[in-house]
């Protein structure tokens, strides 16, 4: 009897079923996740707006405690931010949030 010399490779990689199993549970993990992520950096990004408009209102009420001499004169934004009250950062972060300052008060516009 002759013997027959089968040289048998092993195969390196995944086989198919691996590759789909691993790409379930990885699909599977975003849905389960994502949602949660999105709704964290919601609450964060609503949060940020509460400090800065809390930020806003304490520097507008600092600023008329130092200038308590000028009563009837309008708060501004500039008139804050030339006066050390207001960063530039703060003053851009509060045009994109739309607030306003209104008498001695920070509002939420449009």
Request: hydrophobic share 40%.
């Amino acid at each position: 009897m002759i013997k027959k010399n089968r040289n048998v490779r092993k195969r390196k990689g995944f086989t198919l079923i691996e590759v789909v199993t691993t790409l379930f549970i990885v699909g599977l993990l975003v849905v389960l996740i994502y949602p949660n992520v999105f709704s964290i950096r919601k609450m964060a990004e609503e949060k940020q707006q509460t400090v800065l408009f809390n930020t806003l209102q304490n520097q507008v009420n600092m600023y008329r405690i130092a200038h308590d001499e000028a009563r009837q004169q309008e708060i501004t934004i500039s008139s804050l931010m030339n006066n050390g009250f207001l960063t530039t950062t703060q003053a851009q972060q509060m045009a994109r949030a739309h607030f306003e300052i209104k008498g001695d008060r920070v509002i939420q516009g449009k």
